[in-house]
């Protein structure tokens, strides 16, 4: 058996539609591909379940990139959640999902049963899913793989606001996002981004903090160039 | 519970507290800034749809004739009713109106109804007997805050572009009422002598700090909240406080000064919107009539035939199904069928009659409107004629 790369779907890199068919199995011997989200196998034929781009992590990784309001939940996001209540073993934890997760109290650096961090309602986190299934709620952790805090924690100051989980990765790809390079040049702020369509941006001046929200909702559905002109020009107005 | 109301994360609520105090809105907005308002009509008339920036509401008019209240027998109704989908927002539940909803149908109905807004006399037809009932319906779809004031918007509009079909009363006692089609006339607008509009206040601080038009997350935060609804001749019309912080007497005179600067600012923009909707609206129909002419050519023709050979007239005496469709007007053959059962032959000629009546009192353009429009154009060729014969008889 010689030992060829499966074909690339031809709808990689492009929109697709809930039935879509997205790969054929018949056409493929001896395979094994990965299928992520949006995706599902029909017979011999791998469909689409919901709209958005095809993408490819070669070889073999299939997904399905959507934008939407509301967030389902993966192993190994990292997602901006408000604690919406306590409970001796875990914090509960809204992460816009369809379920609330679960934040072990212990899942933090060091974390034993003395030092139990103390959380009142309302309070902004930055977290990991470690967890993800539609039987149990999602589980949250404050540790990278590593055991360390990394980053990961209570969020104080600033501002959260919410947006799409599609803005919420365009946020985090690399290279930078034009928007957040257009702002990066002129002021100086803090940002986290979850993929759970959060975002929390801090800054010393709480103009500064307005103007970088607004500039990254407002640039959801613009081109490169034209985030960089609607950056400029929200600069000026400022200056 | 799952369905818990929204609440925002400590971080928001500081922010948006501290903003405040030096005169920031998390929106880039000024105090005293309303919201993008975007609004458009539906196909028919008497729906509206209204953004006001996230918020999203939709407006839907609809009358009827039915018996007016007892202690006001000359006058119409209006009566508002409110739809919160789960769909604009998790905390709202299906069913159940909420505590929400009721106050927004509360203030808007106060509003409109209690300050005669809407002309209600004009609406009757018969005194103590028929009366239009005007229903406003109001869909909220998305809750971006301050769903009174776009809710109150889109009540407005919807409103403006309303038209109830025209009616007139006949028949033999001179208490039938005619409903006339669409086609047949015109229908007529709603009198609406002014717009009171809605202009709500949020307060923060100890009612130190006042903004208006409050979004979804200023209203987590929100201490107190007031809604004045004025018109823009600066006549108030109604005022709800609800609830939260006191507010000190001074502030509240300032504030319904600055509601009536945009009352008349929002005032006009639903008049422009109404305005460019109605002359489209007008432009369609003027378009319609070109393509037409041919076919009014065709009525002529069909004319001539039937003089040529009788067969066509004998049948259509022939069957009473076919006088009913002749005398084309739905809602009047409805309303009298229980009447011709008993006297065929009366309530017909009587219907033949206001038939006639109505037709010549019709402007010219309507007629034709009425020809060309239906495709019964050969029964209605034959009509003078059949009459004619009925009369005879």
């Known amino acids: 058996m010689e030992s060829r790369k499966p074909p690339p779907s031809p709808l990689v890199d492009s929109y697709v539609v809930p039935g879509d068919v997205v790969l054929d199995l018949s056409e493929m011997t001896n395979q094994t591909i990965k299928l992520g989200t949006g995706l599902r196998q029909e017979c011999d034929t791998i469909q689409a379940t919901s709209a958005g781009m095809l993408r490819l992590s070669k070889p073999n990784k299939y997904w399905v990139e959507s934008s939407q309001k509301r967030y389902v939940p993966s192993v190994e996001d990292t997602v901006l959640g408000v604690v919406v209540d306590t409970k001796p073993d875990n914090f509960l934890v809204d992460i816009k999902g369809p379920n609330v997760a679960f934040l072990p109290v212990l899942s933090f650096e060091g974390g034993t049963r003395r030092n139990i961090p103390k959380f009142e309602i309302g309070t902004l986190i930055y977290a990991r899913v470690v967890k993800a299934n539609s039987f149990m709620n999602p589980e949250l952790s404050c540790m990278d793989a590593a055991g360390k805090a990394a980053e990961f924690g209570q969020l104080k100051g600033g501002y959260m606001f919410d947006t799409s989980t599609g803005m919420s990765r365009m946020l985090l790809s690399s290279p930078t996002c034009p928007v957040l390079e257009a702002l990066g040049k002129k002021l100086s702020f803090e940002i986290a981004v979850g993929l759970n369509g959060r975002v929390w941006v801090n800054a010393p001046a709480p103009s500064t903090v307005i103007l970088v929200s607004n500039a990254i909702m407002r640039s959801e559905s613009l081109s490169g160039i034209k985030q960089r002109a609607m950056v400029e020009n929200l600069l000026e107005r400022l200056s | ?393």
Request: proline content about 5%.
């Open chain 2, 1 to 393: 519970m799952e369905h818990l109301r929204w609440r925002p994360s400590v971080n928001e609520r500081e922010f948006i507290e501290s903003a405040l105090q030096s005169d920031l809105r998390v929106d880039g907005r000024h105090s005293f800034d309303f919201r993008k308002l975007k609004i458009s009509f539906g196909r028919e008339d008497g729906s509206s749809e209204v953004q006001l920036g996230e918020t999203h509401v939709l407006g839907y008019v609809t009358a009827q004739l039915v018996q007016p209240y007892r202690d006001r027998p000359n006058e119409g109704t209006l009566a508002i009713f409110t739809e919160f989908s789960p769909m604009a927002d998790p905390a709202f539940e299906s069913g159940r109106p909420g505590e929400s909803a009721i106050e927004l149908g509360r203030v808007i109905d106060r509003g409109l109804r209690e300050s005669r807004a809407v002309d209600m006399e004009s609406l009757c037809v018969v005194a103590g007997k028929q009366v239009w009932s005007v229903r406003v319906d109001l869909h909220i779809l998305d809750n971006g805050g301050n769903l009174i004031d776009a809710a109150n918007i889109a009540a407005l509009a919807a409103l403006s572009t309303f038209r109830r079909p025209e009616c007139t009363v006949g028949g033999d006692d001179g208490q039938q009422v005619i409903v006339h089609d669409p086609e047949v006339r015109d229908p007529l607008p709603l009198t609406i002598h002014h717009m009171p509009i809605a202009v709500t206040f949020a307060y923060f601080g100890e009612g130190n700090i006042v903004v208006v038009d409050p979004t979804y997350k200023e209203e987590a935060v929100v201490g107190g909240r007031m809604t004045a609804t004025i018109n823009s001749n600066g006549d108030i019309c109604a005022i709800q406080k609800a609830g939260g912080e006191g507010v000190m007497s001074s502030v509240v005179m300032q504030c319904l000064r600055i509601a009536s600067v945009k009352a008349a600012d929002i005032t006009s923009k639903i008049k422009k919107a109404v305005d460019s909707y109605t002359t489209e609206k007008a432009l369609k129909k003027v378009k319609r009539l070109p393509a037409s002419l041919p076919q009014k050519i065709n009525v002529t023709d069909v004319t001539m035939e039937d003089k040529g050979d009788g067969e066509l007239e004998t049948q259509t005496v022939k069957t009473p199904s076919d006088v009913q469709e002749i005398s084309k007007d739905p809602a009047t053959t409805g309303k009298a069928s229980s009447h011709e059962d008993a006297q065929p032959m009366l309530a017909e000629s009587s219907n033949a009659e206001v038939k006639i009546t109505s037709s010549s009192g019709a402007a010219g353009e309507s007629e034709e409107a009425q020809e060309i429009g239906s495709p019964k154009s050969l029964k209605d060729a034959i009509k003078p004629k059949h009459k004619r014969k009925k009369n005879k008889k």
